[in-house]
């Protein structure tokens, strides 16, 4: 399955919230340094989804607030 967020880095609440079928917006406490707001998001999608963080991956956007993810 592919989704695609926003992520919201720096947020002073952090969560996931089902904006449309198949998008998202994550806030995240972790700066975008060193991707550990990537990391971060990761984490917080693995958590909602109920899965292992292993099986969330990347497709693009590291570098950006907007990204997109297959989840296995």
């Known amino acids: 399955m592919r989704i695609y967020v926003k992520v919201r880095p720096n947020a ?9 079928e198949g998008r998202f917006l994550v806030a995240v406490k972790e700066p975008p340094k060193e991707g550990k707001a990537n990391r971060a998001v990761r984490t917080a999608l693995a ?20 990204k997109i993810f297959d989840i296995e």
Request: hydrophobic share 50%; charged share 15%.
């Open 47 to 66: 958590e909602y989804f109920g899965i292992a963080a292993s099986h969330i991956v990347m497709v693009s956007g590291a570098a950006a607030r907007d």
């Open 12 to 20: 002073k609440r952090p969560g996931v919230s089902l904006v449309a």
